[in-house]
């Protein structure tokens, strides 16, 4: 345990837990890549904070499991349980990790900033002022992702006990607070109105000197990749676990493989350019960088793992997936539907809905095994070219906007809760779909 926060016994719930050591653990790998990205200490720091919350978490879970078991049955039944917390908790020690990279000064090129791609968004730490417009505002009332195409992906917020409070995921109905501090999203246009808004003062966004390794954007589009990955990873092993689908779990086990195969092929070029620049050691967080991601999706496949096996997952762990903040939704395109025979891209899902489509399986009937189909330029479901082929039974993972949906197809989606019910609109099927 990395923190110095006494942890006591208390009654809590296992579910409560679960759900908040998922979310926890989604926010830890998005914030701890952006922070290497951007190169943001500011970042980075968020990130330890958090590992520091993961670790009471765990131990309450722990806590209460073993309170719950009173007979070897129990034993057999929380067993997994057990392996959820202990793949969250590797998650977060991993993201720990990557943001010492930052802190430690490990190494990393000055430059990485400059040799991102356009197309990736930056996360920023904004605090709320007395004095701002935001505070004591709903976000549903500010509209801010309407309005400027910033999201608020989490908020942290001190409390009167001294403690921290984190609100990941915040909703239409978050009231913003003086005091608080802000995760935003979004492109540099759009974040320098808001972060102003909020602190009242101007985002400067931090110069990037010249690249002074070369082909340094292949490497930052290659820890682009791996964060892309691993994040799906993470939120496939969890759906596979609600869904106690083995075709689900079958795509993670084939993306940990190529997580192996991408560090490797990292690692390799991170070598071969350490001989040309005058500072080898300048790259060697690069290498812890690999390392971690590798952690990360080998965490994914401990989650799904039971469902390989065959084993049946406890009802607290869906539970616990079903009422996190970010859902994860199965649904089945029917005919005539908005989405029926049109593309992702076309349709605008992830504009509209504000879900991201993670994975489609073609075909009402079909079998659950098939070829699988990654985007290997790394984006979501409205940013990658994941192509619109593929025969009933087969898994497309991480479709782009190109890909087209078809009657029978079955798509799972990651999002709010209110943009679930949107998306279940336009696919015409508001109850969900057993993909098995």
Known sequence: MHGDEPVEYEPVSVKAVLAEMKDTAELLIDLSYSAVLHGS????????????????????????????????????????????????????????????????????????????????????????TDDSAYAGQTLGDLNLETETGVRVIAVRRDQATGKQRWITNPDRETT????????????????????????????????????????LERAVDSIVLMKNMSELAVDLAYGAVLFDSRGVAEEVAELEAEVDALKSRFEAWTLQAAARVDDPVSLRGLVHLASATEVISDAALEISEGVLRGLDAHPVVAEAVEESDEVIVRLVVTDGSALANTTLGDREVKTQTGMRVIAVRRGRDAGEHGDHNHDESGGDSEDGDGDDDGEDGEWVVSPGPTTTLRAGDVIIAKGTRAGAERLSELVGAPEAFDVD
């Open 176 to 215: 913003l607070r003086a005091g608080d501090t802000l995760i935003l999203r979004g492109y540099e246009t759009g974040l320098q109105t808001v972060y102003e808004t909020a602190a009242g003062e101007p985002y400067e966004s931090p110069e990037a000197p010249d690249p002074t390794v070369a082909d």
């Open 41 to 128: 200490p500011d970042l980075a720091a968020e990130v330890l904070t958090l590992e520091s919350r993961m670790d009471v978490l765990q131990l309450q879970a722990r806590m209460s499991v073993m309170m719950a078991a009173r007979s070897p049955e129990d034993v057999e039944d929380l067993a997994p349980v057990l392996g959820m917390v202990g793949a969250a908790e590797k998650i977060s020690n991993a993201a720990g990790d990557i943001a010492k990279v930052v802190l430690d000064e490990v190494g990393l090129p000055e430059a990485m900033r400059a040799a991102l791609p356009e197309a990736v968004e930056t996360l920023v730490r904004a605090p709320v």
